[in-house]
């Protein structure tokens, strides 16, 4: 393996400096290999130009014209117009966030070509920050001949552009690489699953050809997809299989639990448990009294209450003198957490500590010593910060909110956190139902647990579907019914990749409800503000010293404000079945409220769009809802958004891809006995750090 160049460092790479380097490894980029795993989220084709006058709004499009018109205006602020021709129409351009260098770019006379979404303003067509290249018409550069791949970016700072080019150089890699003269290849073959090598299946998949099918290749049915996903689904199946084994080496504390206590807390709780949060607390209480550390996933709908179960676990392990963590995915929901457990827990004496990003550096200097000292008994924090910096004396449970996580990467984290040979017990709670089938196969041993009825008194939120066009109404909705003391968000959906976009539609939404209302309170929370910038807003909110909360989908997973009665999701079109449910769950959580859901859409609904919105308007019911959105997306439709079902997967989708379990099972026996294989396919598709793990 020495001379491989994929295990180069990736600043070997051209056009990759130090600055460069730093912005990769925030998106898990390290070496050239990782590059090349870092697999397409979506397609572009600009192989082709559009003319002006047959574009469709809500399309994504390319188009080339000359510029006859540029301006910096501002409409309240600073912004950046222009007017294209191609001889068929005209089209707008408009930037938000844009250097003067850029505005100058756009110079009267030269040529230009854009790629991206267009929308209807008034009767003119406009587009909003669109990728663009300007040039003289006699240097007309030419159209691209395959497909143009979209990344994820993550919170990296690099733009598509650049790292499209370092991928490429990467790919260029692959050729002087020994990729080819491993036995996976050939265990694929073998066993007539694949006949592609992963190096063709890898240039295939950043650079497809117009000649491939592009149809297979968006429904991930492309035999180079095929290649890929099976061989994650192999790395995780071998994955389960080592850290199952590792587990059953090893032990957690026993947790003897005490009724009485129980029945006193609950006494102290502001409401009655519903049953089956009653049955769920008594299946977890029964696990933790084992010594073989617990595995668990409580499953249940956005406000079934999941919360107050995982503090009942909670305060068990504080009462038996040892130490638990609540994970959170935000920090908005780990505060929120810590609201709630300290006052629940407000007549028991236990220390409780938030921990996240924001704790001061004095403060943590305190948490840690009382972490280590075993003083404080329950953590509340988000996952990031736990997973760089916590030490604790008698960790004996791990409870994981709403994040997605239980793959084999958490799996190699836990085992590397845990000292010697005690592990903590682990629990998962997700509103996301994962089909039985899938649990048993991939996850093995993991239980399951569902809270399947809601609390009483809830009324299932009433949902309608409506055009863009006809939002002006809405204020007036806004206005009763703040007026009678509830509160509603406005949520402004993610536009494509940037961040930028979607902060300036929040923006922009805010300046028009605070137009259109003088009696409104509006705030707005959005990605650029910082941490306590945005405390603040949802604090006020919280308080109700906000009527509406202008948002973008910062929101989404977890937050409880009661009083919330009316959500407003704009371009509804955009967003997946399960994310609208979600987002729906955030209103209607007080009780006898009679709470609504309005998806706006832009331009006309496409057919897939128009299933969900049904969908959504049919049942509030989240198992319903998931059924539904996987039948939708049998056939054919993929959303940006991935639901792999619990685990980071770069490629593979555990719902779409579950028919090619059989084929990834029987090659996983395989590859699971030759040891150098397995730490091939670890690095691949797990990591570096839990290869070292794996590997031992
Ligand atoms: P989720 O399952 O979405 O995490 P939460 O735990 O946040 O739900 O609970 C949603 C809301 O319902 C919270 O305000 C919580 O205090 C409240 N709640 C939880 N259980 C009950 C119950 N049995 N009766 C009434 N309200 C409850
Ligand atoms: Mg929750």
């Known amino acids: 393996m020495e001379n491989n160049s994929l295990n180069s460092p990736i600043d070997k790479i051209k056009g990759v400096g130090p600055k460069i380097k730093s912005q990769l490894e925030k998106i898990g980029i390290n070496f050239v290999e990782d590059a090349l795993f870092l697999l397409p989220k979506s397609y572009e084709n600009r192989t082709k130009l559009t003319q002006i006058k047959d574009l469709v709004p809500g399309q994504p499009f390319q188009v080339e014209g000359e510029i006859i018109e540029s301006k ?39 040529s230009v070509r854009l790629y991206g979404v267009v929308r209807n303003s008034g009767n003119k067509l406009e587009v909003f920050h669109p990728s663009y290249k300007i040039f003289n018409s006699k240097f007309r550069p030419p159209l691209d001949d395959t497909l143009t791949p979209v990344y994820s970016l993550g919170s990296s700072k690099i733009t598509q552009y650049r790292l499209r080019n370092i ?61 890929l996903i099976i061989e994650e689904l192999i790395t995780n ?59 668990r996933l409580v499953q249940g709908d956005v406000g079934s209450g999941k919360t107050v179960v995982a503090a009942a676990a909670m305060l068990t392990c504080a009462k038996s003198d040892l130490q638990s963590v609540l994970l959170c995915p935000t920090e908005v929901l780990a505060e929120q957490h810590f609201k709630n457990f300290s006052m629940w827990f407000s007549s028991e004496n236990i220390e409780i500590k938030l921990l996240t990003g924001k704790t001061k550096k004095k403060e943590w200097e305190k ?21 760089e910096r916590v030490s604790m004396k ?6 994981v909110d709403e994040q997605q996580r239980f793959g084999v990467r958490q799996r190699f984290e836990m085992l590397q956190k845990s000292k010697e040979k005690l592990l903590p017990h682990q629990l998962f709670m997700t509103a996301t139902p994962i089909p039985r089938t899938l649990a048993m196969t991939i996850f093995a041993d993991l239980s399951v647990s569902k809270i399947d009825e809601m609390p009483p008194g809830r009324n299932p939120v009433i949902t309608s579907v409506m055009s863009n066009d006809k939002k002006d109404d809405l204020v007036k909705r806004l206005e009763i019914i703040c007026s009678e003391g509830n509160q509603a968000f406005w949520l402004c959906t993610m536009i494509e990749e940037s961040e930028s976009l979607d902060v300036q539609a929040a923006e922009s939404a805010k300046d028009w409800i605070s137009k259109k209302s003088k009696n409104l309170k509006v705030g707005l929370v959005h990605s650029k503000l910082n941490k306590s910038q945005k405390d603040s807003v949802i604090e006020d909110f919280r308080t109700g010293k906000i009527d509406v909360l202008v948002c973008t989908t910062v929101i989404e997973v977890g937050m409880d404000v009661p009083n919330a009665s009316l959500m407003i999701i704009e371009n509804a079109e955009r967003l997946g079945l399960s994310q609208l449910h979600q987002l729906r769950g955030r209103v209607g959580r007080g009780p006898d409220m009679n709470a609504h859901c309005v998806l706006l859409y832009q331009g006309k609904l496409g057919e897939l769009a128009e299933s969900r919105m049904a969908a959504m ?28 079902g619990g685990m980071e997967l770069k490629i593979a989708d555990l719902m779409r891809d579950a028919h090619h379990l059989d084929s990834a099972e029987k090659l996983a026996n395989i590859l699971i006995s030759s040891p150098n294989e397995v730490e091939i396919l670890m690095k691949r598709w797990v990591g570096n750090k839990q290869n070292l793990i794996a590997a031992q």
């Open 367 to 387: 948490i840690d010593q009382n972490l280590r000292s075993g003083k404080t008994k329950i953590l509340i924090g988000t996952h990031s910060v736990f997973q």
């Open 237 to 295: 199946l071998i994955g389960v299989k080592i850290s199952t084994k590792k587990v059953d080496e090893m032990k957690a504390a026993s947790i003897n639990y005490n009724k009485e206590l129980l029945i006193s807390f609950y006494k102290c709780l502001p409401f009655s448990l519903t049953n089956a949060q009653g049955r769920v607390i008594e299946e977890i209480q029964e696990d933790m009294k084992n010594s073989r550390p617990m595995r």
């Open 72 to 110: 910096i205006y501002y409409p309240g602020r600073r912004a950046f117009f222009a007017r294209i021709t191609d001889g068929t129409g005209f089209l707008q351009v408009r930037l938000f966030f844009f250097s003067q260098q850029q505005a100058k770019s756009f110079e009267k006379g030269l």
């Open 167 to 227: 991928i490429k150089n990467c790919i260029e890699k692959i050729n002087e690489s020994n990729l080819n003269e491993e036995n996976i290849d050939k265990t694929f073959l073998n066993e007539k699953i694949s006949n592609l090598s992963i190096k063709e299946a890898l240039k295939i998949i950043h650079n497809p050809s117009i000649d491939d099918d592009i149809i297979k290749i968006k429904q991930f049915e492309h035999p180079a997809q095929k290649r």
């Open 394 to 399: 008698n960790l004996s449970l791990v409870v």
């Open 617 to 644: 308007k049919e049942t509030t019911d989240g198992f319903k809802i998931s059924e539904i959105d996987m039948k939708i997306r049998g056939s054919g439709e993929i959303l940006g958004t991935k639901q792999s």
